[in-house]
């Protein structure tokens, strides 16, 4: 059968093009290119498969120590076609909201400000043809001198410099440590979807005076900066204990394990793949429709928490011998939703409500559909529900809850001394919420 929604590659990316620069003044009024509001974004619709990670470990969130040795943070990304690209790449130091900080670049980069990525490898055996970048950091050309957050931006300088890509990455300096304790939340409404965290900071070795003004904490979920709980000064202190025990502020729904996929190989279907096709220049994948879980019970089974793993089963673990395919999505739904709308979401969707990744209503299958161009790999997704007037995102309406479910949390705690210029990060830390005392 021949669904509505197949379409050939090179007419989806061409529209997929034209769709997201006809949305991007829409999608980036406070995010633009001149002025991409410090969050990690692309801007050039022919790089995909980004990936900021601590090295040999693709799924690990980017928090690096200030002292990290060569390399310990590896940027990868793919730009579509042949062609040679001049890439470019500097670090920007920002406060704890993510706001420049008031240092100049040569007091928190050692080296030069800004530097090219020489790394760079032709794909092998692929019927997409592009080039894969990478980029180590710390390097020999730059290294950074300050803990706190920082903005790892990417220009493409072939014709006219322009902005390209943002990545936020954090750098502790490990001086601090903190108990974490997962408590059900008491909240009765709460108390069978939500994940409440408390926990204790020690500040052992340093001197804070005023920790409720010096000390904020925020809190994410899954590496996902869209879920940051923050800022939240310590609720109290016990000597060199700061302590973060509040009832019903640091909680967070759970969700259920992720929806997923396993592209490792065109040969066979891997899990939840109805249907690989061969169109001789390009791969095109139909995964199994999916249905709404909102009511389903729960089942635990290990996932990667919304990310995704780059990986070719055929192939000798090379990133540039991973192909791409134009992949299907279809939900099912008898009718559609009023004044909503669906969209496919996790690390394959950059953490963003992208238009790409926006579903359309199928009256011919009853059912969302949406393609999207991904490489080879292990994916995790979900669906979230917007509301069109408002904005808001539903993330239980397809879903659903259950205070069981595995998540990540990342805790990232940062001192600010009267008179100091930066937020120093103190701790950095990820908690897994299975691990309960």
């Known amino acids: ?89 500097t670090l920007e130091h920002c406060d704890a909201n993510w706001q420049r900080s008031e240092l100049d670049d040569n007091e928190y ?62 750098v502790v300096e490990m001086g601090w440590s903190v108990a974490t304790e997962f408590v059900r939340p008491v909240q009765v409404s709460k108390l069978n979807t939500h994940q409440e965290i408390d926990f204790t900071v020690s500040t052992k070795g340093t001197v804070v005076q ?27 202190v016990r000597g060199d204990q700061l302590v ?17 996929f396993d592209m490792r190989t065109f040969d066979y279907r891997g899990d939840y793949i109805r249907d690989i096709r061969n169109m001789r220049d390009y791969y095109q994948v139909t995964l199994q429709t999916d249905e709404n879980w909102s009511g389903r019970t729960y089942l635990d089974y290990g996932d990667i928490n919304g990310r995704f793993s780059i990986e070719n089963n055929n192939a000798n673990q090379g990133l540039n011998e991973c192909d791409y395919a134009e992949v299907l999505f279809s939900f099912k739904q008898n009718l559609p939703l009023d004044n909503e709308d669906i969209y496919v979401y996790g690390e394959l969707s950059d953490w963003q409500l992208k238009p790409e990744f926006k579903m359309r209503y199928e009256e011919s299958v009853k059912a969302y559909v949406c393609e999207a161009y991904l490489k080879q790999g292990y994916y995790n997704y979900k669906y979230l529900v917007v509301n069109q007037k408002t904005g808001k995102t539903d993330e239980e309406g397809f879903e659903g809850n259950w205070y069981e479910t595995g998540n990540d949390y990342q805790i990232l705690v940062y001192y600010r001394a009267f008179g100091q210029r930066y937020d120093r990060l103190m701790l950095s830390a990820t908690m897994d919420s299975r691990l309960r005392n």
């Not at 030069?112 to 950091?137: K, P």
């Not at 920790?211 to 979920?221: D, G, I, M, T, Y």
């Open 1 to 89: 059968m021949k669904y509505a929604f197949d379409l050939p590659t090179r007419c989806f990316r061409k529209a997929l093009q034209l769709t997201a620069l006809a949305l991007l003044p829409f999608f980036s009024l406070a995010q633009s290119p001149a002025n991409p509001n410090n969050e990690s974004r692309i801007y050039d619709m022919d790089i995909l498969s980004v990936q900021l990670h601590l090295v040999g470990a693709p799924l690990t969130f980017p928090m690096v120590p200030l002292n990290a040795a060569p390399g310990t943070l590896v940027l990868q990304f793919d730009h579509l076609g042949t062609d040679i690209r001049d890439y470019l790449y």
């Open 244 to 260: 973060f025990d509040y009832q019903d502020k640091i909680v967070f729904p759970a969700g259920k394990e992720w929806r997923y």
């Open 109 to 170: 980069i050692n080296g030069f400000t800004e530097d090219r990525i020489i790394n760079s490898y032709n794909s092998y055996n692929t019927l997409q043809q592009y080039v894969h970048f990478s980029l180590g950091l710390p390097n020999s050309n730059m290294r950074w001198t300050k803990s706190g957050n920082y903005l790892l931006k990417v220009y493409d300088n072939t014709y006219e410099k322009k902005l390209v890509l943002v990545r936020r990455f954090v």
């Open 210 to 236: 005023y920790p409720q003004k010096e000390v904020q904490a925020f809190v994410l979920q899954n590496g996902d900066w869209r879920t940051t709980i923050g800022p939240v000064p310590p609720f109290f």
